[in-house]
């Protein structure tokens, strides 16, 4: 909990400055008149396509779960969902929130080999996402990239840990005996006097790569119109979140000019997978200044990355909590029942 705590606080530190230097290089006198144009139910919209899009993951989530033999509500798993929210809005590359859907599934019933093979499965149909599309968002973007030498370096770099992760996961598909051997080596470097509870943990961990293996083999051998349907909420997901920055614009009186808004976000979203900052913190801030500073009139500019943040990162961190301690208190009520 501390932990959380302080990536939190870090997390928050550096969004908030970032969005205060952005404020203070962009706002000036057209500002105001930029904000008496302000057309709430365009901000209303993008609030309700950003919950609408996680009872979309939520359904992915249901739909990978039950094609693995699992049982799961669509309410369940897009709580699990949305409790995920805030350990990936503070942690580097978003990546804390895997473990929580993980420990969340398993706690309903789904095995940790099952439930590993689920959000993996979701990170996977992901990526094939992202991998489609970054070379027509990188071509949309090529002025922007050859003229900003520190955003093309930190794409480049995403860029390789993105097919990193990618490869080894595709790799301990094939060969799973391998990675089990790596992990057996740990024993090599853990003093002796632990070696019976060390040797447990091996084993136990080897018997979930073994059922994480077996459960992406049935993803593609038998669970193909699950994968299929899980494919589709997929790019219903990202369309939904994509159009958020688009919707705000709209309520600044802006031209979002679509195509270029979409296809920022998925030069985005690869920028994020660098573990640089609590939930990209700044990262963020600064990749969307430099992407939409070329649609986008600097006067509304601040305004404009200020509200998408709290739409989908305060939001997150919010109501991510407020499920969390739901989640928490339904536990705690549930072990209770049970020793009574």
């Not at 080894?168 to 024993?187: E, L, N, Q």
């Not at 802006?254 to 609590?278: D, G, H, K, R």
């Not at 509304?300 to 919010?318: D, K, P, S």
Request: with cysteine.
């Amino acid at each position: 909990m501390d932990r959380l705590k302080k990536w939190l606080t870090i997390g928050l530190a550096i969004s908030i400055i970032s969005a205060l230097l952005i404020l203070i290089f962009t706002v000036d006198s057209e500002t105001a008149n930029s904000l008496r144009q302000i057309q709430p139910i365009y901000l209303f919209i993008a609030i309700c396509v950003h919950v609408l899009s996680w009872f979309v993951w939520g359904l992915r989530m249901k739909l990978l779960t039950e094609s693995l033999g699992g049982k799961i509500s669509l309410w369940r798993s897009t709580e699990i969902v949305i409790s995920n929210l805030l350990a990936a809005a503070v942690t580097p590359s978003h990546a804390g929130g895997e473990p929580v859907r993980i420990h969340l599934l398993s706690r309903n019933g789904i095995t940790i080999g099952d439930a590993t093979a689920v959000v993996f499965g979701e990170r996977l149909l992901d990526a094939l996402l992202l991998g489609l599309a970054a070379p027509i968002a990188l071509f949309v973007f090529k002025d922007v990239m050859r003229h900003n030498l520190p955003l093309s370096i930190t794409f480049a770099l995403a860029g390789v840990l993105f097919c990193a992760v990618f490869g080894f996961t595709a790799y301990a598909m094939y060969r799973p005996d391998d990675v089990k051997s790596w992990v057996s080596r740990i024993k090599a470097i853990i003093p002796k006097f632990t070696s019976k509870s060390v040797d447990h943990i091996i084993e136990r961990v080897n018997d979930e790569i073994d059922h994480f293996h077996d459960s992406l083999w049935t993803f593609i051998q038998e669970g193909r119109v699950a994968l299929s349907l899980a494919m589709v909420c997929t790019v219903a997901f990202w369309l939904l979140e994509f159009m958020i920055p688009s919707l705000i614009l709209l309520g600044l009186g802006a031209n979002p000019i679509w195509m270029f808004s979409i296809m920022a976000q998925f030069v985005l979203m690869i920028i994020i997978m660098l573990p640089l900052t609590p939930g990209s913190s700044g990262l963020v801030e600064l990749g969307i200044i430099t992407l939409y500073t070329t649609f986008v009139i600097s006067s509304i500019l601040g305004i404009f990355v200020v509200a998408w943040r709290a739409m989908t990162y305060y939001l997150n961190i919010v109501v991510g909590g407020i499920i969390s301690l739901k989640i928490l208190r339904d536990t705690r009520l549930i072990e209770s029942s049970l020793e009574s």
